[in-house]
């Protein structure tokens, strides 16, 4: 019976030191998802910031396509796909950010 009982405490020091190595992982992984979800809103409340001034973006616009015609038709084609995957990231942020918040009216 005494060995059995040193056996089970000795799995459970094992357990518990690996529980702690997968918290302290986690850990790492959350804070690097942190920084790249900084990112992502920052490039959010741009895009926010610019949806609000169109006329200050249609300027902008027509003033490049008028110093450099060639090199704007690149910049579209290159802003037309960030913009897509900005659209495909949003969508993916929204099937994700529901599950991720937390819920209404629980204490933490």
Request: aromatic share 6%; no cysteine; net charge positive.
């Amino acid at each position: 019976m005494r060995a059995r009982l040193i056996e089970l405490r000795e799995r459970r020091q094992r357990l518990a030191a690996r529980a702690q190595l997968e918290r302290e992982q986690l850990a790492v992984q959350l804070a690097r998802a942190d920084v790249a979800l900084a990112w992502l809103e920052r490039g959010r409340s741009a895009l926010e910031a610019v949806r609000r001034r169109p006329l200050v973006l249609a300027a902008a616009a027509a003033l490049i396509l008028a110093l450099r015609p060639r090199r704007t038709l690149r910049l579209l084609a290159g802003g037309w796909s960030l913009w897509q995957l900005y659209r495909r990231a949003q969508s993916w942020w929204e099937r994700i950010a529901p599950p991720v918040q937390k819920p209404a009216g629980r204490a933490t």
